[in-house]
């Protein structure tokens, strides 16, 4: 052995012996003399040469050829760097790798599979069987392989996103002993204790001293696993990053992120030196901290280092219920305005739909789940509501509660205090009484910390009967001690009742900022585990929640593995392996669970006290087969003496008849040449198609309005369908204040068609159908809004009393599919005939062809017939055939490229006019028909 | 080191830039002076039209069909306008020819550094571009052993589309025996890299009417200099012949006496037959030699 190097093959090295001897064989046997083609020779062939120079081989050459040989002799001595160190040395005896895959083996897992490779390659060079147990997986029988099958197996194992159950292994381990004894044991360890944990160590140590077997294990100095806990409580979104054991990573980044990965918020954390333990804080806006889905630790791959959070501290849902009439005539003042406006920053507010009549509405309330339920002035309930609420209060719901005069007339047990008839009027007209203000809240009230502001004045309340329990259950007074919110825990929910309404009539409180402020805490209370008050959510006790998402071992979300199983709704502990973490159940009111619990700490392994075992380190221990590199270093040194002895026979030069001047004429093989190097040297990656809004068609249209035609394939189509949008958009750009973009053409399977307003698509029977899924989106076009312009440009061929042209026939086919409302030729009072221009027909290069739109609704009988008529929206289809395009077609100088056919001179002008009103219809829809009522609108003001 | 190299068969045929290269270098040609020369000529010898049916290429008249004829000259394409048959005759044409002969034998594919022209692609310019040259000034030119003379306006193209389809020219070292017209002219194209004692044979043949000729030897830079040193193999394309040379530089020596002797025999030969030598080397301008052999040809016809 030298030192580190050591050789398979030592024998071989015998060979280098032989190396004078090959260095005189190579000195007598030169390279070729050069060739040179010589056609003169004929004719002084027999010149006979006068003098010889000897040939000998070249010193560089003789030395390159030495240095080949060398290198292939020392590469079949087979030279191994570091062969496998700790474990390495048990002769032919079986292998037992032990791999702690667990979370906290993630973050250097490549250096642990590494050092498990180098030890299992080491095994395969001495021949021995190989049992792999990786420990965190479910315990099973291991079975000594050979070492390639272990190298398979080993490859597939992957770091589990929880603790490692290690003393469950210790039977198997103790099987395999009994079954092989004088095996070696390599436990490659992260020195975090794992679940019940503490007894492994020393009872595999026992083990191998009972079995009398060698056991190493492999460890870094010090744990370099970081886990994150987040727990909410007190309205504080906290985090607490763990270490085992004091390892040198001391600060770093916390980072929040929402349901779509989106970071919120960052903080940094650091460790005191000796500190297994940091605590940082998130102080965020209550909507910002309902956002968050995730914390994790920046740059640190492993289940452990992401929380996950649920839905136990998340937005809450609150139900509107108002007492009043539905019908409100002034819905801004309703209380359910302030109330709604109030909520909505931090809860999901939900209102009845529909609903007749109040019981109907908390009905409705409930039956959607909601974890709040707001009764504005809400009077008495029928028994059978009654009772609902009563269900609801008692099961964790929070009923919020405002008073008004059917609260103040009714008789109701769903208050927190026992309430006088009739109100208490303050500074009205009939009181010698000023408006009362709050009086600062009391430390033990829910709103303490909130200052009230000065101006607030009740003028109007409810007043509780004066009771031994009123003090305990006010949360808020006026300056004169009466209670202005009271509240009472019943069940396990709360009942919450404001003294005055949610509205202005009674008070001014619903105008301050205060009002936002107490809601946000009454709302914070509902369904909150960590409440003081409350408990609990409005969610069934035993529920079962499938997994949804679920994290693998380096801490990224994906779908749940097969041996994930269900938890029950109040599952509290950490991961297993049968649950791993992630989330549970449906998206909304689901469950996280996490790899840590927000209280667990975490342990380093003692493995100090072990006697009879070796530790190793993971670093440094890096085997390196040297056989590889020194065939490689051969072979091009061979291929170097190749072309040496080329260039030396003359075959190398350039031009005549050498390698290169014969690759060099052939441009081809050259080139064929390298691209078989460019693929060797850069496969393609696999390209997935570009999304449409990607395509530069899509990219310019988004900024610009163009117009836009369906390319058919037809080049001569195509063109004229170019040219004609070319010159339309002049048109307009010169007549009209739209300015669009140059026109774009389109493939309808293909590009994105929500940018366009309209669609010239000119039917080109000699091309194919468009396929499915281009129809589909076409139909998706025209259900959005979208008008398509279909062109047969079939006005001079088609007759009458024919049957349908091609063009016709293909259009027909087409649209077979197409949900196509009824059409009917555009009527003379359309809005389409005076969108911009006052026409009556849509020539285009013939005149003689029919437009159809989208039939409108009959005109009102009787009614004063209206210069103009607009169906609700635009028609999405309008069919010509007189072939606009090719009348509006323009070159580049501006002049006509296509002759108009009839009579009309000004038919070409006529044809810009038509397609300047589609396009204006197009955009401005119905508009046009109401603007045609101006003159009679101004008339009548006049009078 | 000079390199060098002997281009394949396929390299040794005409191709289009060979004759546009002709073509280019026979428009430069003063053809003006060779057409005055050519046209006292004409009076002397009756170049053109006999004015009589004969052999010829120029249509002359039908003439019906007499009973004992091969029916093989009847032209039937005539013959089936109406019931009788005719036989095409075609004008008497007798010209003062130039018969033209290029080697395309390997050791013409020959190229070196110090030419970048391979020697058969010199060669074919140069004797197209005679041909083109000659044809334009009232001549009749023909390839020997190939082809019959012949005025064609596109006889550079009918030329090397003969050429190219000759695939036994590949391999010919000398010019094929044909016996010439007295008043026939030979231009022969060729390196000459044969020794002496089997040209001589072949141009006494030639030149057996009296018909007069000119050699045209086409040499690469390298045939003359040798500028090779050290060990070397050489190696004759043609005969396969190969020479293990231990030391170049001083072979060399000995070569440069050896092939100055060859030609100084070849001037004698030529001269003895009444012929021309234009010794042209490949890295000049073709131009020169066609320059020196238009103007050698008209000197003889006006002669």
Redesign the interface.
Known sequence: MLGPLTFAAPFALAALVALPALWFLLRVTPPRPRRIDFPPLRIAADLAPRRETPARTPPWLLILRMLAAAALILAVAGPVWNPAGIGAAGGRNPLILLIDNGFSAAHDWRERLRVAIDAVEGAARDGRPVAILSLADPAAAAEARNPAAALERLRAIAPRPHLADRAAHLPAIGSVLERMPGAGIVWISDGVAGTGEGRFAPDLEALATKHGVDLAILKTDQPTLIAITGSEGGGRLTARVLRAAPNGRDTGLVRALDQKGLPLAEHDFAFAPNATEAEIVFDLPVELRNAIARLEIANERSAGAVALMDERGKRRRVGLVFGGTADQAQPLLAPTYYLAKALTPFADVQEPRGAKGTAESIGQMLDSQVSVLVLADVGALDEQTLGRVSTFVDGGGLLLRFAGARLAAGNDPLVPVRLRRGGRTLGGTLSWDSPKTLAPFAPESPFAGLAPPADIGVRRQILAEPDGELPSRTWASLQDGTPIVTAEKRGQGLVVLFHVTADTTWSNLPLSGLFIDMLRRVVGLAGSSAAPVAEGGPRPAAAVLAPRLTLDGFGALGSPPASAKAVSADYGDRATGEHPPGFYGPPDGGIAVNALRPDDRLKALDLASLKNARLGSLAGAETLDLRAHLFTLALMLLVLDTLAGLWLGGFLSRSTGGLLGRVGNRPAALLLAGLALLALAAPLPARAEEPAANRPNGFESALVTRLAYVITGDAAVDEASRAGLSGLTQMLASRTALEPGEPAGLDPARDELSFYPLIYWPIAPGRPQPSEAAIRRIDAFMRNGGTVLFDTRDALTSRPGDGPTPEAAYLRKMLATLEVPELEPVPIDHVLTKAFYLVETFPGRYATGQTWVEALPPAADGGERRPARAGDGVSPIIITGNDLAAAWAVGRRGEALYPVTGGDQRQREMAFRGGVNIVMYTLTGNYKADQVHVPALLERLGQ | ?V????SGPSERAPGRRETERALSLAERMPRLVLEARRVSSTLAHGLHGRRRAGPGESFWQFRPFVTGEAAARIDWRRSARDDRLYVREREWEAAHNVWLWIDRS???G????LS?TPKVERALVLGLALADTLVEGGERVGLLGLTRPNASRRIVEAMAQEIVGDEAGLAQDLPPRAALGRFDEAILVS?F???LREIEPALRTLAGHGTRGHCVLIADP??ETFP?A??????????G????????A??GE??RE??AA?RAGLLGLTRDLGWTLTLHRTDRPASEAALRLVTLVAARGAG
Do not use: K
Request: hydrophobic share 50%; glycine share 4%; no cysteine.
């Open positions: 080191m390199a060098t190299r002997v390997a050791s013409m020959f190229v070196s550094d970048e390196d890299l044969t020794p390298v045939e090779f050290g060990q070397a193999v050489l190696q004759d394309p043609e005969a012949i190969s020479l293990d040379v231990g030391d170049a001083a072979w000995a070569y050896r092939i060859h």
